[in-house]
């Protein structure tokens, strides 16, 4: 084998990663899913209240994120470094608690909230192990994601389950996790989020 044939063997699971892991970040990921949830639970009155849960939960966040890189205060929106990642969290935490207070405050429809409270409970969880350790918040994000939709939407959901997979393995080909972190982040994901919905949709 060539060299430039070896090397584009080499990169091109590493460019295939990096657009999984892009596409399927975070931040769009919460985008998505409270808009969808609002539209398939009241229509176009629900898609309104989602749009202002995600301006809380994901909008405000890409804004603050992409001020700091813009400033060069973190490489990039995955914000790798631990010190950086609790920065960004604290702001988005503080964001989507205001959000929840609004929404309960202007009687939004309690799916779109819950499914909110769900994320909050979610990231404060991530907040509480990633200074002990670097636990895969795309894999959790991407975990509850689909768990919540399909509580919100229907069973049916539960086959967007292998993106869960796929962005897990987006992270350990990146050497931005190991597989535990990425496991364990699935995990919590779906553990945390399940529970904090069910009792509040």
């Not at 460019?15 to 596409?23: E, F, G, K, V």
């Not at 639970?41 to 849960?53: C, K, Q, S």
């Not at 001020?67 to 920065?87: C, D, E, F």
Request: proline share 3%; net charge positive; hydrophobic share 55%.
């Amino acid at each position: 084998m060539s060299t430039t044939a070896l090397s584009h063997h080499k990169t091109a699971p590493t460019s295939t990663a990096r657009r999984i892991t892009d596409y399927l970040e975070p931040k769009k990921r919460i985008l998505l899913d409270v808009v969808l949830v609002g539209l398939v639970v009241d229509g176009w009155t629900g898609l309104g209240w989602g749009l202002l849960g995600a301006m809380f939960a994901a909008v405000l966040s890409i804004w603050f994120i992409k001020r700091g890189m813009h400033r060069g205060r973190w490489a990039n929106s995955h914000v790798g470094v631990k010190q950086h990642r609790l920065i960004v969290m604290s702001f988005i935490i503080a964001s989507v608690a205001a959000g929840i207070a609004l929404m309960v405050v202007l009687g939004a429809l309690r799916p779109i909230t819950a499914l909110i409270v769900a994320m909050l409970t979610t990231l404060a969880a991530l907040m509480a192990l990633t200074p002990a350790w670097k636990i895969s918040v795309h894999s959790a994000v991407s975990s509850g994601s689909v768990l919540l939709i399909a509580l919100a939407c229907g069973w049916w959901a539960l086959a967007l389950y292998p993106l869960v997979v796929l962005v897990g393995w987006s992270r350990v080909a990146l050497g931005d996790h190991t597989r535990n972190q990425v496991i364990a982040g699935a995990l919590l994901g779906a553990l945390v989020a399940t529970p904090a919905y069910l009792p509040l949709h």
